[in-house]
């Protein structure tokens, strides 16, 4: 088998589960600087180029959006190779947030930027001959999404490189923090599930506030609604030194060093398939406190690698929260076999044989 693949976002995702395949890959990655233009031109060119270097079982294009996909399609095409997408995230779920953020903002160039990106990516969607989403729940929204038969859509999770994560690095950003222990959440905040998320996390913390004065919450992430979880913070928070243990630090580059230096990772999302955070956090042997759904549950054995809880709960959220860092056992016993689950199931050589299976099964039903 020899797979080609494309991918303009966080290449090791694609690279790491095609690499380890027992097959032949060539991924071309783009420079996510570049315009569309011009990524679309060296996407054509080089894809050619790999085609040629010989006979090409599958294209494999990362996510599919926009004219990554419509380049990947024209490929197939012309050189009659069978299209998969690698689904990484909800797609129709982010576009249509996109649009009613742009429409309620009455920036209508924007908004027309982002119908057409839907167009794109529906057409590919159209087009491909099978999926491999990251997770059973992003797998059934594509399965009522598009019109590819289910049995064409398989699954196989994201990978992560334990060894990256492991608790050695010490984080920087957060040695201002006034309390004894840190709970850490990770996000993009380009999107509006993954603000509300944020609130109800601050929520929980406010009433977490109430009960103890040892607790820092850290907020690391940026992107359009960084000034708006400064904003609901600000609102929320009228208690001074509950106010100066909450730090929203932006964009970091020392993710690692972020886990290693926290004692809890807290994750809340309402737009995810298979968020990345919660399993490098759990590969640095972090205890994780999320919310369901949205493929986290499928991350998470409740009570055994961590802890799921209702979000919209944040009483519960903040009891759970509180239970857990009074109990370091429990917190050691939960990061422990989290870092084990994940170093068993997300490492690339596991995803390896699962991706190359799940290519053959795909590539079996187009004959």
């Not at 690279?15 to 031109?41: G, H, I, K, N, T």
């Not at 090409?56 to 419509?70: C, E, K, P, R």
């Not at 759990?282 to 690698?305: C, F, H, K, M, N």
């Amino acid at each position: 088998m020899r797979i080609v693949g494309f991918t303009d976002l966080r290449p090791f995702e694609l690279e790491a589960p095609l690499s380890a395949m027992d097959a032949e890959s060539v991924v071309v990655s783009l420079d996510s600087d570049a315009s569309a233009f011009e990524r679309a031109v060296s996407q054509f060119r080089r894809g050619r180029a790999a085609l040629r270097g010989g006979d090409t079982d599958a294209l494999v294009v990362y996510n599919g959006s926009g004219m990554l996909g419509i380049v990947a399609v024209v490929l197939s095409l012309l050189y009659g190779v069978p299209l998969v997408v690698r689904a990484n995230g909800d797609l129709f779920r982010q576009h249509d947030e996109k649009r009613a953020e742009y429409r309620r903002a009455n920036q209508w160039a924007r908004w027309l930027g982002y119908l057409g990106l839907s167009a794109l990516t529906r057409a590919t969607f159209r087009y491909a001959d099978g999926f491999v989403a990251v997770s059973e729940s992003l797998a059934e929204t594509l399965a009522r999404r598009t019109s590819c038969p289910r049995e064409r859509i398989r699954v196989v999770a994201g990978p992560v490189t334990p060894s990256q994560y492991r608790r050695t690095a010490v984080a920087d950003g957060t040695s201002d923090a006034t309390g004894t222990m840190t709970v850490l959440t990770v996000t993009n905040l380009q999107y509006h599930g993954k603000y509300l998320g944020v609130c109800r996390l601050v929520d929980a913390m406010v009433e977490l506030g109430d009960r103890r004065d040892d607790v820092s919450f850290v907020v690391a992430g940026d992107g359009l609604y960084y000034d708006a979880v400064e904003q609901y913070i600000d609102e929320r928070v009228d208690d001074d030194p509950l106010d100066a243990r909450i730090h929203t630090l932006g964009f970091v580059s020392d993710v690692a060093g972020l886990y290693a230096s926290s004692d809890l990772f807290a994750y809340v999302s309402e737009i995810d398939a298979y968020p990345n955070v919660v399993i490098e956090a759990q590969a640095a042997g972090l205890p994780v406190v999320a919310s369901r759904g949205y493929g986290i549950d499928e991350q998470i054995a409740d009570g055994e690698t961590g802890v799921l809880v209702d979000a919209d709960d944040s009483t519960a959220l903040a009891s759970t929260l509180d239970d857990l860092l009074s109990d370091a056992d429990r917190r050691h016993r939960l990061g422990t076999a989290a870092a084990a689950r994940v170093a068993e199931r997300n490492a690339p050589e596991t995803l390896g044989p699962q991706m190359q299976r799940a290519l053959e099964a795909i590539l079996a039903r187009c004959d």
